[in-house]
Nanobody, 121 residues
Framework: QVQLVESGGGSVQPGGSLRLSCAVS????????MGWYRQLPGKNRDLVAI???????TYGDSVKDRFFISRDNETTTVYLRMDNLEPEDTAIYFC???????????????WGQGTQVTVAS
């Protein structure tokens, strides 16, 4: 069974930095796109950043030039470096991965449990 295990997050003052990590574990063939979404209570889950297995990146407009996504294909881990954090970045951050397994009946979209990021003075 595939699992996404997140770490990092927490509380930081405006202008500060945090780093999120998400490791994929279990039996799978290939991890394709990996990335992060964030969500506020009662709101939709919005794209933060996505990175393909060829390291092509896409960022949400509000985080461009402040957040940086990377991945380690050997450990199937995706990282999100968040700099110059703003109060508006406060949300629950969810790791995402599009993964191919041996069972074609299983949905290829996997999510982590979510980690809270709070930016406040």
């Amino acid at each position: 069974q595939v699992q996404l295990v997140e770490s990092g997050g927490g509380s930081v003052q405006p202008g500060g930095s945090l780093r999120l990590s998400c490791a994929v574990s279990g039996n799978f063939v290939t991890a394709h796109d990996m990335g992060w979404y964030r969500q506020l209570p009662g709101k939709n889950r919005d794209l933060v950043a996505i990175i393909s297995n060829l390291r092509v990146t896409t960022y949400g407009d509000s985080v461009k030039d402040r957040f940086f996504i990377s991945r380690d294909n050997e450990t199937t881990t995706v990282y999100l470096r968040m700099d110059n954090l703003e109060p508006e970045d406060t949300a629950i951050y969810f790791c995402y991965a599009h993964i191919t397994t041996m069972d074609p009946a299983v949905s290829p979209d996997y999510w982590g449990q979510g980690t809270q990021v709070t930016v406040a003075s």
